[in-house]
């Protein structure tokens, strides 16, 4: 059973919106049996309202506003969403670069769509499986431990911020740093796909204690 | 468990409980009951109305133009409700005069619980019973599923004042789980009768709202109105048709009052969802809240306002993509010895 502490100002039965335009453009007959229960069930329950960052237009994405709000500091949304669309611009535009740069035959090979390379690049950074501190008898082992989706992709976007704002040079701008970082893990590069290459390296060595985990 | 800050007036009401031995007797509240009525024909006397056709709306109004009262609560005002509604329900005494109580479950402490689960439990056996017979003559199963998403389970609180007693969480979870289990086998339709007992009927379509009609203005064109809030922010929203996609915010075009990106995307959300983003004005006043606070309650407006122009399937849209509930997320309250709403005090070892 699952028990959240936290507590939330809508009741229990209101369920998530979904706010994608083609999700409602779907004819009756295409729906699988659970998709048609859950049509059903979301026609009666009450739904909670859109949060003020998601909305349908084509340029708002999911991971992007979690990134971006990753970036935030002390909530300073506004510098955080500017320096991403600098980032996002600053990615297109070296690609632009290399694109007239190139050949002929190499040209349908470079991808200029900067969405694209964001998620390839975040794709690329996941580790598949981590290490998690376990005491027993007295001793804390690091012990290889499968991850879920979510912890996956928060550690991909939380290496890339870190690996930006610490290792490099002070006067370099952020969307700079980024979309180089960007860049370098979509062509599988750069310190934060070697630093997940050596988690992966210290889950392989401990995997003698693999057998600690209890869930 | 989630602890709910929405309260529903039957948590606020005093829960029926048997608490120690009976407060009222059965005599008291007839009484009480007859005292009601004739007070009820008195008063419609004195008010000049008919005794016969005087109903509870009546009485508190004639109450309370007799007795005025300047107090904030209501429930501390002078009221006459019939004696069901005041004096709580209560168990009669479960023992007879020989002090041997009646009901076989009296010493486990909850024994209408233990009954009912014991109930349940009975008929689900039956099921299995029939179920079984059914596979020695090797006939068909009912297979027709329950429609589950049109009916919920009783609440906690409901079934404590069915049961006139109190029940834990624990005990709650565990009588719903069972009937769940129930209802998942395949001839349940046996036992449908007693099932019904404890599931009502969800109000199928939550479109209780009343969509108003178009409102045509002096040179023809149809508009409608809407209100929203967000936080502290209060908007309201005028929508022309055949518009430009003009969007004015208390007199001031929507680049010059928003600067941000984000809020002008919640002001366009609903138009872009619908698909109407070039064919309507719109004209709206904002007070109260932030930057973000006030987009949203535009937004809401807008979507209200909406409404009235947009078919009844695009309507379940809007609600389905969650543009026409009200954001019940406010700043939460400081507590005191702590600091913050959650940040407590730096502890200090001396």
């Not at chain 1, 209101?14 to 295409?30: D, N, T, W």
């Amino acid at each position: 059973r699952i028990m959240p502490v936290r507590w939330s100002r809508y009741n229990p039965s209101y369920l998530e919106p979904e706010v994608k335009k083609e999700s409602y453009q779907k004819p009756l007959e295409e729906l699988t049996e659970e998709e048609r229960e859950q049509m059903e069930l979301k026609a009666v329950r009450p739904i909670k309202a859109a949060p003020p960052t998601v909305s349908s237009s084509v340029f708002s994405d999911p991971m992007i506003s979690k990134f971006t709000n990753m970036m935030m500091k002390s909530g300073n949304k506004v510098l955080a969403r500017s320096l991403m669309c600098q980032t996002l611009e600053a990615i297109k535009r070296k690609q632009l670069e290399k694109y007239h740069k190139a050949p002929e035959n190499e040209k349908e090979t470079i991808e200029c769509n900067p969405y694209v390379i964001f998620h390839q690049a975040l794709k690329n950074c996941q580790p598949i499986i981590g290490l998690s501190n376990i005491t027993k008898g007295g001793k804390t082992y690091q012990v290889p431990v499968p991850l879920t989706d979510n912890r996956k992709r928060f550690l991909a976007m939380k290496w890339l911020i870190t690996e930006c704002r610490e290792n490099k040079h002070r006067r370099t701008m952020m969307p700079e740093k980024l979309s180089q970082e960007l860049l370098l893990a979509f062509n599988n590069e750069g310190p934060v796909i070697k630093r997940k290459h050596v988690l992966h390296k210290m889950a392989e060595a401990n995997r003698a204690y693999a057998h600690f985990r209890w869930w | 468990t989630l602890r709910l800050i929405c309260t529903t007036t039957a948590v606020q009401r005093k829960n029926a409980r048997a608490s120690g031995p009976e407060k009222y007797t059965e005599a008291f509240i007839k009484k009480q009951i007859e005292e009601f009525n004739l007070g009820k024909r008195h008063l419609a006397n004195m008010m000049g109305e008919d005794p016969e056709t005087f109903t509870q709306e009546d009485i508190d109004r004639a109450i309370a133009y007799l007795f005025p009262s300047g107090l904030f609560d209501k429930q501390a005002r002078p009221m006459m409700k019939h004696p069901t509604e005041i004096f709580p329900e209560q168990r009669k005494i479960q023992w007879g005069e020989d002090g041997r109580p009646f009901h076989f479950l009296f010493y486990t402490g909850k024994q209408s619980y233990y009954s009912l689960m014991h109930e349940t439990y009975e008929k689900f056996l039956n099921v299995q019973k029939h179920q079984d017979q059914l596979i020695a003559e090797d006939l068909p199963l009912q297979k027709e599923k329950r429609n589950l998403a049109g009916s919920r389970w009783l609440t906690k609180i409901e079934l404590e004042e069915m049961l006139l007693e109190k029940l834990s969480d624990d005990d709650y979870s565990r009588f719903i789980q069972l009937l769940q289990k129930l209802v998942a086998l395949p001839c349940a339709d046996i036992e449908e009768s007693y099932i019904q007992k404890f599931s009502k009927e969800l109000p199928v379509q939550l479109q209780e709202v009343v969509i108003e009609p178009l409102q045509y203005d002096e040179q023809g064109k149809a508009f409608s109105t809407g209100e929203g809030k967000r936080k502290t922010a209060r908007a309201t929203a005028v929508v022309y048709d055949n518009g430009t996609g003009k969007i004015t915010v208390n007199g001031a075009d929507i680049l010059h009052y928003f600067p941000v990106l984000q809020d002008r995307e919640q002001l366009l959300f609903p138009f872009q969802f619908l698909g109407r983003i070039g064919k309507h004005d719109m004209v709206c006043t904002v007070s109260g809240g932030g930057r973000s606070a006030q987009a949203g309650a535009i937004r809401l407006a807008s979507a209200k306002a909406l409404r009235s122009f947009v078919t009844e399937k695009e309507v379940e849209c809007m609600r389905q993509a969650g543009l026409l509930t009200v954001d019940p997320r406010v700043k939460e309250r400081k507590k005191p010895g702590q600091e913050g709403p959650r940040r407590k005090f730096t502890w200090k070892k001396r």
